[in-house]
């Protein structure tokens, strides 16, 4: 089972990005699935996550600018993500539990997309 994540980059304050976050391999199932960040000198923090039934959670720096959501049938997350802000300078994570051949659940996590902000 593999996560991979695109969608990263340079972005000016104020602008949009889309994250995606893809899992393939040997899955039966996915559970929850979301999105973290590291920012230079700081520690992993959760964005935001999805469970399959589509019920979201959001950090507090983020409600309101960014929306992730997933497309079952495709195994992806997305995390939309408007009004950045140099705060938002990070590399993102994507994450998911996913059940595989073994028939029980694992974490897996992509290799993380850097995101920047800055004019």
């Known amino acids: 089972v593999q996560l991979q994540a695109s969608g990263g980059g340079l972005v000016q304050p104020g602008g949009s990005l889309r994250l995606s976050c893809a899992a393939s391999?040997?899955?039966?199932?996915?559970?929850?699935m979301g999105w973290y960040r590291r920012a230079p000198g700081n520690e992993r923090e959760l964005v935001a996550s999805?469970?399959?039934?589509?019920?979201?959670n959001y950090a507090d720096s983020v409600k309101g600018r960014f929306t992730i959501s997933r497309d079952n049938a495709k195994n992806t997350v997305y995390l939309q993500m408007n009004s950045l802000e140099p705060e938002d300078t990070a590399v993102y994570f994507c994450?998911?539990?996913?059940?595989?051949?073994?028939?029980?659940?694992?974490?897996?996590w992509g290799q993380g997309t850097q995101v920047t902000v800055s004019s």
């Open positions: 994450n998911a539990d996913i059940m595989g051949g073994s028939g029980y659940y694992s974490r897996y």
């Open positions: 391999g040997s899955i039966l199932m996915i559970n929850g």
């Open positions: 999805v469970t399959r039934g589509g019920t979201t």
